[in-house]
Every structure is written in structure tokens, then in C-alpha cells.
């Protein structure tokens, strides 16, 4: 009989032992999963980002480089189409990291999403920048001398905005660091 009840109460130790550490502890599982979703959410943005990107760089580079045509009311528009789009997405995609703050035991997922939503944050900066720049160009985009005396006289609004890139770059590049060293996949 007792042999019988020692042997119980190791498996039922034994199965205590295996629920408390079984799952990887703490809510592993379930962030892994809102990690999962909210880098897909991120993926998503980042696609948009980049066509603004590629679509900026059309416009504006040209006109840095003296070609002013570029700058069309079309262009401008377009690309503040993008812009509201991308900052519409933000929220949500800073939620969807938000989500990891309230599990137990999972530190260096809550280490992978704050980083990425400092990667958000930083991108809504930037949008922001971009944004204000738009809205200047707006109302002279079809006026060729008003274009070529703003980006005379706005030289610095382009340093601004490669330092707002560069630290999205950074932050973006600090968060892979993260999830790269703490070795997380999902």
C-alpha cells in the first residue's frame, strides 16, 4: 500500500513538475503567436513604406537634382495617399506588439515587441516629416519657380528627414539584433 501511494504521489509530482514547465514557461506559446501576427501586420506596412519610399524617391530626387517637373500635383498626391495610408496602419500594427506587455514569462519577446514598436514609433516620426513636407509641396506643385525657390531655400528639410531614416533603420536593425541573440522564432 504504500508503495502504491509513493508511486502516486511521484506521478502526480511529476505531472505538477510537467504543467508548470511543459509549456516553456510562461505564455511562450501565446507570444509567439501575437509575434507571429504582429510581425505579418508589420510586413504589411513596411510593403507600403517602401512603395512610398521608391515613390518619394522619384519625385524627389529628381527635384534635387534640379528636375522640378518631377514635383507634379499628381505625384503629390499620390504619395500623401500613401502617407495616410501607412499611418492608418500604425496603430494597429503598435497594438498588435502591445498585445505580448500582459503575458507572464516571456521577457524576451516583451524585449523583441518593445523594440519593434520603437521601430513604429519611429516610423510614424518619419510619416509625420513626410507629411509636413507634402503639404508644402501641395499647393506649388504645378508652379515651376515656387518649386525651384522652395527646394533652394529647404535644403535642411532633407537632412531632417535622412536622419528620421536613419534611425528607423536603427531601430529596425536593433530589434532583429534582439531576436537574433535571444535566438526567438515563431
Known amino acids: 500500500m504504500r508503495k502504491l501511494l509513493a508511486l502516486v504521489m511521484v506521478s502526480l509530482l511529476g505531472i505538477t513538475v ?3 514547465v511543459g509549456c516553456g514557461g510562461g505564455d511562450t506559446g501565446t507570444a509567439k503567436e501575437y509575434l507571429k501576427t504582429a510581425d505579418k501586420a508589420y510586413k504589411a506596412m513596411e510593403k507600403d513604406m517602401t512603395e512610398l519610399q521608391t515613390s518619394l524617391t522619384t519625385v524627389l530626387g529628381g527635384a534635387l537634382s534640379g528636375n522640378y517637373a518631377a514635383v507634379t500635383p499628381q505625384a503629390v498626391q499620390a504619395a500623401e495617399a500613401l ?3 501607412v ?3 500604425a496603430p494597429g500594427v503598435t497594438a498588435a506588439y502591445q498585445k505580448v506587455d500582459g503575458l507572464n514569462g516571456v521577457e524576451d519577446y516583451k524585449a523583441y515587441a518593445d523594440a519593434m514598436k520603437k521601430v513604429v514609433s519611429e516610423q510614424e516620426q518619419l510619416l509625420g516629416e513626410g507629411k509636413n513636407l507634402i503639404g508644402a509641396l501641395k499647393p506649388i506643385a504645378s508652379d515651376q519657380a515656387a518649386l525651384t525657390a522652395w527646394f533652394q531655400s529647404n535644403s535642411s528639410t532633407f537632412m531632417q528627414l535622412q536622419e528620421s531614416a536613419s534611425k528607423v533603420t536603427k531601430a529596425y536593425e536593433d530589434a532583429q539584433q534582439i531576436k ?7
Not at 180 to 186: F, P
Open 87 to 89: 499611418l492608418q496602419q
Open 18 to 20: 510537467l504543467a508548470l
Open 180 to 186: 537574433k541573440d535571444k535566438n526567438l522564432t515563431w
Open 83 to 85: 502617407v495616410d495610408k
